[in-house]
């Protein structure tokens, strides 16, 4: 079929046609934030001038390039339908601009959401961490549902990607019900920060099992978190039998801690196997699994444990209710900052975590940290941090090798 003259098209690559790209960022409960890459989603109309960034490119007719006698009015598809004289590439046409620093406004908001959820957490006192990791994951199944059912994914995903589905939904959740369990044991400040040097594990899992480079900085970084886990940790045979600080006894501290770095490291394997199952499987589906499969460990964990009871207090109901969603609020604002800002900036934002840990467990906790665990806080952050800067700046140099 001939093109007509004048008419615009949209020109640019397409990998795997249907499935959007997604880009992963860390969260809380071992849980992966799921992005759709600008472009990455095949639009069944035009593209509005917001959308399809980086994907391709409207080729809008110049002036004086129409045809002598043309009668049918051209139109450009970036502009929805418009006519070229209104067209956003036309001279003189202003391109509505960004909010500038909307990014990274969701990205605090997402942080604090979290923090109030994990409050609210240490507040709940006859609930077990598994049970409500179990209402979380009713929350999630509700929200991901009406996705798949739009996107027409269907619940199992493809036979050769479903045993990788399998491992990221049993990590995942396992990184949550780990992660409540240590909100519950330990201060809030100390398990917000352990689990924050999640990036660094997963640099150090992508280069065993995936191949990735792993350079001296990376291992730089991954010392640095080890150090700030150790100086919260405080190990008696480091620190002495004399531990202050802590929340209940040493033990339950210990038992905290090892559930804190168990999360850290289940939640960073979780990011390395969606980094290879890659775009062949949409987000979506690998959100239901995390769902799934965590409400099923859940159910038969509080069965075998005989702690499933419902909340005695009405305000432990409310408590659960607002914790669901409060964090599905905080993925949310993550993910429209990862939608309109690149994920470097938001991974560094995203250190507020733990400055909204501290200031809520002064506050409404009365428990002021301890100088080991600034030490540690610094030791974690300075590393996640680092770790963010120097993968943004790899990116953004693949981006200009690629323009050139």
Not at 241 to 260: M, P, R, W
Not at 389 to 395: D, F, L
Request: charged share 15%; aromatic share 12%; proline share 5%.
């Amino acid at each position: 079929m001939r093109r007509k003259a004048g008419a615009c098209r949209l020109v640019g690559s397409r990998e795997h046609r249907g499935q959007p790209g997604v880009l992963m960022v860390p969260c809380q409960g071992g849980e992966a934030t799921a992005v759709p890459v600008a472009g990455g989603k095949e639009p069944e109309v035009p593209l509005g001038r917001e959308d399809g960034a980086g994907a391709g490119q409207c080729l809008c007719p110049e002036p004086g390039m129409e045809a002598a006698g043309a009668e049918e009015r051209r139109v450009c598809g970036c502009c929805s339908g418009l006519s070229w004289p209104r067209c956003c590439k036309a001279p003189g046409t202003k391109k509505k601009a960004a909010c500038p620093g909307l990014g990274l406004f969701y990205t605090v908001l997402s942080a604090f959401l979290f923090s109030v959820a994990s409050l609210f957490l240490k507040k709940i006192e006859d609930v077990h961490s598994v049970e409500v990791s179990a209402f979380r994951c009713v929350f999630q199944m509700a929200f991901v549902l009406p996705g798949l059912i739009y996107y027409k994914t269907g619940f199992l995903g493809p036979k050769g990607k479903r045993i990788f589905l399998f491992f990221r939904g049993f990590l995942g959740s396992s990184a949550m019900i780990l992660l409540y369990y240590a909100f519950q044991v330990m201060p809030l400040a100390d398990a917000t920060v352990i689990t924050f040097s999640s990036p660094v594990f997963t640099s150090l899992l992508a280069w065993i099992f995936l191949k990735e480079k792993y350079s001296i900085w990376d291992l730089l970084f991954t010392l640095f978190a080890i150090t700030g886990v150790i100086l919260i940790a405080r190990p008696p045979f480091l620190f002495g039998s004399n531990v202050t600080g802590i929340e209940g006894s040493y033990t339950d501290h210990l038992k905290g801690t090892i559930a804190a770095i168990t999360s850290t490291v289940s939640g960073a394997s979780t990011f390395v196997i969606i980094r290879k199952v890659g775009k062949s499987v949409h987000y979506f589906l690998s959100i239901w699994y995390y769902a799934v499969i965590g409400l099923i460990g859940c159910v038969i964990a509080l069965f075998v444990m005989n702690e499933w009871r419902l909340p005695y207090c009405g305000k432990d109901r409310v408590l659960l209710i607002l914790i669901g969603l409060l964090g599905l609020g905080g993925q949310i604002f993550l993910t429209k900052a990862l939608q309109i800002e690149k994920a470097g900036p938001v991974a560094i934002m995203k250190t507020m975590d733990v400055v909204f840990a501290f200031i809520l467990q002064i506050l409404f906790l009365n428990h002021l940290p301890t100088w080991w665990t600034v030490g540690g806080a610094l030791c974690v952050v300075a590393s996640s941090s680092g770790t963010a800067i120097r993968k943004w700046r790899q990116s953004l140099k693949k981006a200009k090798q690629n323009e050139i």
